[in-house]
């Protein structure tokens, strides 16, 4: 089974790669989905830093939370979320139940705060922008 995952035939910048390997955790491919999601976190700490800047715009979290180490996965998901790549997500990250350890954590409901803040501010932006393009 190891010989199915090398760069040849894995996208890495596919963002559902985590999402895979919890699915084949889940249905029935325990060994193939850790295997999996062992190789996307080992990809983005050790191989794409080489190549690339901001890797933790990548979900990393996610394998780590599926993989159940809880805290790599917030201190990632931190990381992402200091660098405002996570914000477009954030809904899914908030709502997602496979990551429910997640949210159970008070680092989370710290960052979910100030997501939920920033968005409404973003909402209420639009929501001027909008009023001020019809009173032209």
Same mark, same amino acid.
């Given at each position: 089974?190891?010989?199915?995952?090398?760069?040849?035939?894995?996208?890495?910048? +596919?963002?559902?790669?985590?999402? @895979?390997?919890?699915?084949? &955790?889940?249905?029935?491919?325990?060994?193939?989905?850790?295997?999996?999601?062992?190789?996307?976190? +080992?990809?983005?700490?050790? &191989?794409?830093?080489? !190549?690339?800047?901001? &890797?933790?715009?990548?979900?990393?979290?996610?394998?780590?939370? !599926?993989?159940?180490?809880?805290?790599?996965?917030? @201190?990632?998901?931190? &990381?992402?979320?200091?660098?405002?790549?996570?914000?477009?997500?954030?809904?899914?990250?908030?709502?997602?139940?496979?990551?429910?350890?997640?949210?159970? +954590?008070?680092?989370?409901?710290?960052? +979910?705060?100030?997501?939920?803040?920033?968005?409404?501010?973003?909402?209420?932006?639009?929501?001027?922008?909008?009023?001020?393009?019809?009173?032209?």
């Amino acid at each position: 089974r190891a010989d199915l995952l090398n760069e040849n035939t894995l996208s890495f910048r +596919d963002i559902d790669v985590c999402l @895979a390997g919890l699915t084949l &955790t889940r249905t029935g491919d325990e060994l193939l989905g850790n295997d999996l999601l062992r190789y996307a976190v +080992d990809y983005w700490e050790q &191989t794409a830093p080489l !190549y690339m800047r901001h &890797t933790d715009r990548f979900p990393i979290f996610e394998c780590y939370a !599926y993989l159940g180490d809880i805290e790599k996965s917030l @201190a990632a998901l931190e &990381t992402a979320w200091s660098h405002r790549h996570v914000l477009s997500n954030w809904v899914f990250i908030a709502n997602a139940p496979q990551l429910r350890r997640l949210h159970e +954590d008070p680092r989370f409901h710290v960052m +979910d705060q100030e997501a939920r803040a920033e968005l409404k501010q973003q909402r209420q932006n639009v929501k001027t922008g909008e009023e001020g393009m019809g009173s032209e």
